[in-house]
């Protein structure tokens, strides 16, 4: 089972809310990753969790608030977003996520959000 | 991590084999070659990755040149589910938990 799960699929928020981004997986992977796509580009790399701590920031805004509560969980917290952050929204996880080398990385189907 | 160069576009009619490029010329003896598809507003799948041998899954075969400077993804016999963007990406050991994503090749399959 290679299945990583992400609620909900859509979300549609003003730029005063407060919302959160789920993701889940129960393969016993220790790394978890936050990836944003916008349209017709390739994904790029927000943050990425190994062993339950955060180990990358890609120079994120505060606005977005990663949390890794345990290792089959990943949250991502939005409060004052720009209409510019409205994107897809990709959840991955590996089996350690450290630098050791390559790992195989498997990907959610995305939160597709809207920033009004 | 080495940069790739992928065609922009590629048609492939229906039942009939895909084959998609990669160019990786900088490509250095610890670096592997992996290949991730993501269908329109899905996911990015994992599909296949090797290092110097060519290898085989239920997905796809990878032949990867002696030289290591390219690489070629092979669809068997394609089918309209297999239209997505291909991508390529070489990584090595530092690229740790770093995986990036070129623009790609989109691959349209026609009935």
């Known amino acids: 089972d290679t299945e990583v799960t992400q609620t909900p699929k859509h979300l549609v928020m003003g730029m005063t809310n407060k919302k959160s981004l789920k993701c889940e997986q129960h393969?016993?992977?220790?790394?978890m990753y936050w990836y944003k796509q916008k349209a017709k580009k390739p994904p790029e790399l927000m943050f990425v969790?190994?062993?339950?701590?955060?180990?990358i920031n890609e120079s994120v805004p505060s606005r977005f608030s990663p949390e890794c509560p345990n290792s089959s969980l990943l949250n991502l917290h939005l409060h004052a977003l720009q209409p510019e952050d409205s994107a897809l929204y990709l959840c991955a996880s590996s089996r350690f996520g450290t630098s050791g080398g390559p790992e195989t990385q498997y990907f959610g189907p995305g939160t597709r959000l809207l920033v009004l | 991590d080495a940069k790739t160069t992928q065609p922009t576009s590629m048609d492939c009619a229906e039942g009939r084999a895909a084959n998609l490029p990669c160019n990786h010329s900088t490509i250095s003896g610890n670096e592997y070659v992996y290949w991730y598809r993501q269908i329109h507003s899905q996911g990015p799948q994992y599909i296949i990755h090797?290092?110097?041998n060519n290898e085989t899954n239920e997905m796809a075969s990878l032949i990867i040149t002696e030289d290591r400077k390219s690489s070629t993804l092979i669809l068997p016999h394609a089918t309209l589910r297999d239209t997505a963007v291909y991508y390529c990406i070489v990584r090595g050991e530092t690229s740790g938990s770093r995986l990036t994503f070129g623009e790609g090749t989109q691959l349209t399959v026609n009935p």
């Open positions: 393969m016993g992977h220790r790394a």
């Open positions: 090797g290092l110097k």
């Open positions: 969790y190994s062993y339950e701590k955060l180990s």
